[in-house]
C-alpha cells in the first residue's frame, strides 16, 4: 500500500516515448564521450614507437610517408603517463562545482557547450602533440573538465524526464553508453590507425561528438512539458509521476557489461513495479550483487582458470557483474535527495575518482615488484575493499527521500 501511494500511475512504458528517445540519445553521446577519453590510450602505441624511427640506408618511401601520416614523438615512460593522467586531473576539478552549478544553469546549453569544446578539443590533439608534449597535456586536462561536465550534470535530465518506475532503466539504458563505448573504440581504432593513420582517429572521434552536439541542441530540453516533440499524453504522465584481434577480446568485458547493466535497470525497476522487494532492499540487493560477484569471479580467475579462454571468460564476468550497481547504488542518491541529485553525484563521483587515480598507481607499484604473483595482491586487496564497501551499504543504506531533501510547502492562513 505504502508503495501504491508513492507511486500512483502504473502504466507501463511506451518504448516509443520521447523519454526513450533521450535515454538512447543519451547512450550515443556517452559513446562519443567515452570514445574521446579513451582513444588516446589505444593510439598511444603508434604515437610513440620509434622503430625505424630515423630510418636506414633501405627505409622505402613508403616507410617515410608513413611516418609522414604516423608522426612519432619520443616521449618517455613519465611523460606518457602524465599525459594519461592529466584528463582525470580535469574531472577531479570540474566534479564539485558541475553539480552546484546543474542546479542552477540550463543543462542544455552546459551538457552542449561541454560536449561540443570537448569535440573540439579532441580535433586539434593532433597538432597539440605536434607543438610538444605540453600541448597535449593541456588539451586532456581541458577534455578532462569538460567531459566531467557532461557526466556529472546528464544526471539532472532523469530528475524531471524519469518518472519513478522507469528511473533505472532510463538511466541504465543512457548510462550504458559508457560500457558499450570501450567496445567500439577498441574495435576501430586499431583499424583507423593502420588504414588511415592515428590522428584520423582524433579527427573522426572529434567530428562525431560534434555532430551529436548539434542534435542535442535541437532535441533536448530541460523541461519536459516545453518540448514541441513530446505528446500531451506523454507530459501528463511524466508529470503526474513525480513525487516531487586483443582489440576485440579486450572489448568484450565491456560489451557483457553494456548488456548486465540494462538487464540490471529493467529488472530492479520490475522487481518494485510488482511489489516484490522494498525499494532499499531492491538497492541493496544490486549494490550486493554488483560488488561480491567481481570478487567470486576474481578468485575463479587467480584459482581455476587454466586455459586461454577460461582466463578470458572469468575476466568478461567480473567486469561484466559489477554493472548490477546500476540497479543499486549508482541510482540511489536520486531515491533520497532528488532535489540535491546532481550535486550529491557530482561529489560521490569525486570520491570515486581517487581510486581510479590511485588504483594505476598502486598496480604498478606491485608490478614493479614481482610481475606475476603481484596479480593475487591485486585482486586480494580489491576483493577486500569490495567486501568492506558491501558491509558498509547493506547496514546504513536507505531509499526514502530524506527530510532535508524534501521541498518546505508553505502556507498562508
Known amino acids: 500500500k505504502q508503495m501504491d501511494n508513492q507511486f500512483p500511475s502504473r502504466k507501463g512504458p511506451c518504448f516509443c516515448s520521447f523519454r526513450y528517445v533521450l535515454a ?12 574521446q577519453r579513451m582513444c588516446l590510450s589505444l593510439t598511444m602505441v603508434a604515437m610513440v614507437n620509434n622503430t625505424n624511427l630515423h630510418g636506414s640506408p633501405n627505409t622505402s618511401a613508403e616507410k617515410r610517408l608513413d611516418n609522414t601520416k604516423n608522426p612519432v614523438y619520443n616521449w618517455s ?22 553539480g552546484y552549478i546543474s542546479g542552477i544553469y540550463s543543462i542544455k546549453k552546459l551538457i552542449g557547450f561541454a560536449l561540443f569544446l570537448s569535440s573540439l578539443v579532441s ?26 561536465t557532461v557526466t556529472t550534470a546528464q544526471h539532472e535530465i532523469w530528475v524531471k524526464w524519469a518518472p519513478p518506475l522507469e528511473r533505472g532503466r532510463l538511466t541504465s539504458m543512457s548510462l550504458s553508453g ?99 522487494l522494498s525499494l ?50 549508482l541510482i540511489n542518491a536520486l531515491d533520497l535527495a532528488p532535489r540535491y541529485y546532481v550535486f550529491i553525484k557530482g561529489v560521490t563521483t569525486l570520491i570515486g575518482m581517487t581510486g581510479g587515480m590511485t588504483s594505476s598507481t598502486v598496480a604498478g607499484l606491485f608490478l614493479s615488484q614481482d610481475p606475476e604473483s603481484s596479480w593475487f595482491k591485486i585482486f586480494l586487496l580489491m576483493s577486500i575493499i569490495n567486501v568492506i564497501s558491501v558491509i558498509f551499504y547493506l547496514i546504513f543504506a536507505k531509499a526514502e527521500i530524506q527530510d532535508w531533501a524534501k521541498e518546505k510547502q508553505h502556507t498562508r492562513l
Open 24 to 35: 538512447l540519445f543519451m547512450h550515443f553521446c556517452n559513446i562519443v564521450i567515452i570514445a
Open 280 to 329: 532499499t532492499a531492491i538497492r541493496k540487493l544490486f549494490t550486493a550483487i554488483g560488488l561480491l560477484l567481481p570478487i567470486v569471479f576474481s578468485m575463479c580467475l587467480l584459482y581455476l582458470s587454466s586455459g586461454f579462454y577460461s582466463t578470458i571468460t572469468f575476466l568478461i564476468l567480473a567486469n561484466a557483474s559489477s554493472s548490477f550497481c546500476l540497479g543499486g547504488a
Open 77 to 98: 615512460p613519465d611523460v606518457q603517463g602524465i599525459i594519461f593522467s592529466s584528463i582525470f586531473y580535469g574531472a577531479f576539478l570540474i566534479q564539485i562545482p558541475v
Open 123 to 148: 580535433i586539434f590533439i593532433p597538432q597539440a602533440a605536434a607543438v610538444g608534449e605540453t600541448w597535449i597535456i593541456v588539451c586532456r586536462v581541458v577534455q578532462g573538465i569538460t567531459q566531467g
Open 178 to 276: 559508457f560500457l558499450l563505448g570501450p567496445f567500439i573504440v577498441l574495435l576501430v581504432t586499431g583499424i583507423i590507425c593502420e588504414s588511415l593513420g592515428w590522428p584520423m582517429v582524433f579527427y573522426i572521434f572529434g567530428a562525431c561528438g560534434c555532430a551529436v552536439c548539434l542534435l542535442w541542441f535541437v532535441l533536448y530540453y530541460d523541461d519536459p512539458k516545453d518540448h514541441p516533440c513530446v505528446s500531451l499524453h506523454e507530459k501528463e504522465y511524466i508529470t503526474s509521476s513525480l513525487i516531487q584481434q586483443n582489440g576485440l577480446l579486450s572489448s568484450l568485458p565491456y560489451l557483457f557489461a553494456w548488456i548486465c547493466g540494462v538487464i540490471a535497470g529493467h529488472t530492479a525497476d520490475f522487481l518494485m513495479s510488482r511489489n516484490m
